[in-house]
């Protein structure tokens, strides 16, 4: 209680001091969190580790059998948020992405007078093949679901669609998926998922590319000719099976995340992608940090404009008090606009402001990335970091995972005290008690 008092009055002193000199590091605001033990001086206040602003991103902290949202990590303290986008919304879009493409493939056809080339063996039977991320991660799930509502396959259980893979299902046998039907004109065909697994390697690394590559090999040498559609949850899997087999086809593949080389690849042939607003969301991983740091409301930079102008739209983002989650919105990428889209590295223009560093003074973050290897977070994710770290005057450490073992990534949060502030992805989202029992030392 003293204690408490004691570093109550240590971080006033501190706001007091920031109120008349701005060129003073701040501390944070005081949180109501009951401080651990291990305490560190924070430029001008006193701040536990515990209490230092923490941002988890990409992998919701969740349980993941049952999607049921961690909230002792989501609200470890005052200061804690999640930044993702979301998933039902893209999922029901990359859906709808799909059965647009095959309808209006096929409508083309009609209306020339030409057989319908989508469904190449001309069995009357739309087959696709789904590639699936990782089966403990909600956005995986997501997309799972989306796909099989869209296409009519998905078989509901306990209240929503089975998102289990089905190995293999060309005859149409499969328990976890059922086929669906599509009309067009006056021609209703079948609709067929026939193959689908979740790509994980041998080491046990999730929305694995080469693994992808590999599993459309192996179905094409066994059932090519069924394969009209590929469905991918991401763009890193589909585009290793795009290069690996159904652009040489002419089979169209459907990724998500908008990373730049599948967007590229839609001139190619390659159905479409749904960008998940990466550019959003890696400014908000920042931002959420930046004004727990400043101690300024949270909403700054974000709902409100800041003094440099920066501020995001509803159309882009909203936020869920009760999960303490952003939630970036989804647009879909297809041959009509991709070329908007080409380079996802580029910061979000309502927010690419640079700060002051008289008002908000440089901080050291240490952030990492669950997989070094891992196609959106390496490839568009950290770059937008990069980008925003620099506007908003952070200095940013990248820890890159092997996307396998948590504790490679624990063990270089070593020493927690350096740094004002943490942006977490995990590999596995129940593993959130993995950082909070560090921080809390
Ligand atoms: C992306 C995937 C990525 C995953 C990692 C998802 O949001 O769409 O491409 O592999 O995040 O957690
Ligand atoms: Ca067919």
Same mark, same amino acid.
Request: charged share 15%; hydrophobic share 30%.
């Given at each position: 209680m003293k204690k408490a008092l004691a570093l109550l009055l240590a971080a006033m002193m501190a706001f007091s001091l920031f109120a008349c000199n701005s060129d003073t590091e701040t501390s944070q605001a005081p949180t109501s969190e009951d401080p651990g033990s291990?305490?560190?001086?924070?430029?001008?206040?006193?701040?536990?580790?515990?209490?230092?602003?923490?941002v988890w991103f990409n992998r919701q902290?969740?349980?993941?059998?049952?999607?049921?949202?961690?909230m002792e990590a989501l609200t470890f303290n005052d200061n804690t948020y999640y930044v993702g986008f979301d998933a039902n919304q893209g999922a029901e879009l990359q859906g709808e992405m799909v059965v647009d493409y095959i309808t209006s493939s096929i409508q083309a056809d009609l209306d020339a007078g030409e057989e319908v080339s989508l469904d190449r063996n001309g069995d009357g039977i739309i087959g696709y093949v789904l590639a699936i991320g990782d089966i403990g991660h909600n956005d995986s799930i997501a997309r799972t679901r989306g796909a099989r509502a869209a296409l009519g396959t998905g078989i509901q259980v306990d209240g929503a669609i089975n998102s289990e893979p089905i190995g293999i299902n060309t005859d149409g046998s499969s328990t976890i998926v059922q086929d669906g039907t599509l009309t067009v004109g006056d021609t209703t065909y079948t609709v067929r998922e026939l193959a689908s697994q979740a790509m994980v390697n041998s080491s046990g690394a999730t929305w694995d590319a080469p693994t992808a590559g590999n599993a459309i090999t192996t179905w094409a040498a066994s059932f090519g000719d069924q394969i009209d559609v590929i469905v991918s949850n991401n763009d890193g899997m589909g585009m290793a099976m795009f290069n690996a087999w159904s652009q040489e086809q002419g089979v169209p593949t459907f990724g998500y995340d908008a990373n730049s080389d599948a967007v590229a690849a839609i001139a190619q042939g390659f159905g479409g992608t749904i960008s998940q607003h990466a550019d959003v969301q890696a400014y908000l991983t920042l931002r959420v940090i930046r004004n727990a740091l400043d101690g300024v409301d949270i909403d700054t930079g974000i709902g409100t404009a800041d003094e440099a102008g920066n501020v995001l739209s509803e159309d882009v983002y909203y936020y869920d008090e009760a999960s303490r989650s952003y939630y970036a919105l989804n647009v879909a990428v297809t041959a009509e606009n991709y070329e908007d889209f080409l380079d996802s590295t580029v910061t979000y223009a309502p927010v690419s402001n640079q700060l002051s560093e008289e008002t908000s003074p440089v901080k050291?973050?240490?952030l990492n990335i669950y997989n070094a290897s891992d196609? %959106?977070?390496?490839g568009t994710y950290q770059p937008l970091l990069q980008a925003y770290d620099d506007l908003l005057n952070l200095n940013v450490d990248y820890i890159g995972g092997d996307g396998q073992t948590e504790a490679n990534i624990t063990n270089s949060l070593g020493n927690p005290d350096q740094?004002?502030? %943490?942006?977490?992805n995990m590999v596995r989202t129940d593993n959130a008690a993995s950082y909070t029992s560090i921080l809390s030392q």
């Open positions: 291990t305490t560190s001086d924070n430029g001008g206040g006193t701040v536990t580790n515990a209490e230092k602003p923490l902290p969740s349980n993941s059998s049952t999607g049921e949202l961690d050291n973050v240490w196609n %959106f977070l390496s740094y004002d502030a %943490f942006a977490i």
